[in-house]
């Protein structure tokens, strides 16, 4: 329980950041802002790791996987969002980040042999229908209005990465804990793209707005919400964390409605329960099947005693 309460918290911070994003982007290169993002967190987790891990240094074995994390969810899936960002819309940004989930399930069965059982597949597909729902308020037509530009091939490449991002990270956090993932990883990418970096953080803007949301970013929307996530990861495999990163754009609405003074209607709460429902359907299989091994046992064990 206390791990899906870290996971709904983890996409409630993304919600948040993909807001915060959109008031940067405009005012530095992706790769800046995604520097920014990264160095601010690292330095922002050194106190943390100080108190409470033993071992500051990896081992050897775990700096290949280290580095797959940086390279794939620190520097290529935020310069990737960040791109789309400036060139396609909020809703169809929303839209195909929807298919995060999918990307996770297809990288670890192609790169980890996890396998999903039939209902699995049918509670991502109730999930991802929940999503779209929202997205588009209920008109569904609204779908074939969508044309696809610049912004959304570089999203499509974003939630490619983020796939393979959770199998690096399932596969370091074997040796590590996830805040010293979540740190060396920020730090690797954060060293990496300075020297590209360096002259657009000296031009960055001055003003406390700035500021803020790069300041959120940076601490709740990276440090926290990256902790949590590969918390989340550790403890349930990265395909059913995944299914969390379709109430991202639920809290996205939620948001937009208490601080922008926006209205949620009929299909906002119905692909919320589109989107829990199949989430529900993909978590209880497996304790399902556990539930009537027991039952069968428990039959075979009073037809004995008979």
């Known amino acids: 329980m206390k791990t899906v309460i870290l996971l709904i918290v983890t996409s409630i911070l993304w919600a948040g950041n993909f807001v915060a994003g959109k008031d940067l982007v ?33 081992q050897k074995s775990t700096w290949l996987p280290l580095v797959g994390m940086s390279a794939t969810g620190v520097v290529l899936f935020n310069v990737f969002t960040y791109q789309a960002l400036e060139h396609t819309s909020a809703d169809q940004v929303g839209l195909l980040s929807a298919l995060n989930p999918l990307a996770i399930a297809l990288a670890s069965l192609f790169f980890l ?18 999503v779209v729902v929202v997205i588009t308020s209920g008109r569904l037509m609204k779908l074939l209005q969508l044309q696809v530009n610049q912004g959304d091939l570089w999203m499509l490449l974003a939630v490619a990465i983020w796939g393979i991002y959770a199998v690096f990270s399932r596969q370091a956090m074997r040796d590590v804990s996830p ?73 996205t609405v939620l948001i937009a409605f208490f601080t922008l003074d926006e209205t949620v209607g009929w299909a906002e709460w119905l692909g919320t329960a589109l989107v829990i429902g199949g989430m529900l359907l993909f978590a209880v299989r497996k304790p399902l099947r556990r539930h009537r091994v027991q039952a069968k046992l428990a039959d075979s064990l009073s037809c004995q005693e008979d």
């Open 113 to 130: 042999r996890e396998r999903l059982r039939g209902l699995q597949w049918i509670g991502m597909f109730i999930s991802l229908a929940g």
């Open 179 to 251: 805040y010293l993932a979540t740190f060396w990883s920020a730090a690797i990418g954060a060293v990496v793209c300075l020297p590209f970096t360096a002259s657009g953080l000296y031009h960055l803007p001055a003003y406390p707005a700035f500021w803020y949301a790069a300041g959120y970013t940076a601490v709740l929307g990276t440090v926290v919400a990256m902790v949590f996530w590969n918390l989340g990861v550790l403890r349930m495999g990265g395909t059913v964390a995944g299914m969390f990163l379709n109430l991202n754009p639920i809290f």
């Open 26 to 58: 405009g005012h530095a290169s992706a790769l800046t802002l995604t520097e920014l993002r990264w160095l601010l967190s690292a330095v922002c987790l050194v106190p943390v790791i100080r108190l409470t891990e033993r071992k500051f240094w990896p």
